[in-house]
């Protein structure tokens, strides 16, 4: 079965400061990574996916494997980064729905 | 094309009524999914289809609960009897997918269920 368990539901930074929102999961088969971004009365939006290895917003997340962990960075946190993260999980067969964590809201204070 | 609409955006109903949403996904997207979201929580997840097929359906809440893609584009989601439990954010997504390659998913911005 997949789980995807986000420890905190709550993070507060300062502006400026460094950020990191966790993320671990359990998954039997090759696991595919995501992160999603739910900003105040928007849609769910995609941020990044392990597999593309990108940098959105000068976000970042790298998959431990041996960790089981995915967590999401970021250097230097911005006021507009405060929203509603999902770290979320699917098979890379392609049969798995998506299953999601229970959210970390990010605020970010000036 | 604009992305996954989703109607109606709010809908409050009585206890024991029958409720339908309705989704339109992307239009070159052959998957949708359905997820609900109450306050609190992720999307969990309830169902999802491969252009009109229903690949997964085990984890719809309760019988009362059913979907359909009929000609493998727009879908719908109905409950019936509702209850007041049943009152959450009703989601729906949508990706493409190509051979075992799957791209990610597009969400609308649902459908807010209300049952009093």
Same mark, same amino acid.
């Given at each position: 079965a997949q789980r995807v368990t986000q420890p905190e539901k709550l993070l507060s930074v300062f502006k400026g400061a460094p950020v990191e929102l966790k993320c671990n999961y359990s998954y039997s088969g090759s696991p595919e990574l995501f992160w999603y971004v739910q900003y105040s009365r928007q849609r769910l939006q995609l941020l990044l996916r392990h597999i593309s290895r990108e940098s959105i917003k000068g976000f970042t997340a790298d998959l431990n494997k041996g960790e089981t962990s995915f967590h999401l960075k970021k250097p230097f946190a911005q006021e507009e980064d405060s929203a509603m993260y999902y770290?979320? @999980? /699917?098979?890379?067969?392609?049969?798995?729905?998506?299953?999601?964590?229970?959210?970390?809201? @990010? /605020?970010?204070?000036? | 094309d604009t992305g996954v609409s989703q109607d109606p955006r709010h809908k409050i109903t009585k206890r024991g009524q029958n409720v339908t949403f309705r989704c339109d996904p992307i239009s070159e997207h052959n998957r949708l999914y359905w997820y609900r979201q109450t306050l609190g929580q992720g999307p969990e997840f309830l169902t999802y289809f491969q252009n009109e097929a229903q690949l997964e359906k085990s984890r719809l809440l309760s019988d009362r609960f059913s979907a359909e893609r009929p000609k493998g584009s727009f879908s719908t989601l109905e409950i019936q009897r509702t209850e007041q439990g049943d009152s959450a954010m009703y989601l729906c997504a949508s990706t493409r997918m190509t051979g075992i390659t799957i791209y990610g998913y597009t969400f609308?911005?649902?459908?807010?269920?209300?049952?009093?």
């Open positions: 770290c979320a @999980l /699917s098979g890379l067969e392609g049969n798995t729905p998506l299953v999601f964590g229970k959210g970390t809201r @990010l /605020s970010v204070i000036a | 609308g911005s649902g459908t807010r269920l209300t049952v009093v």
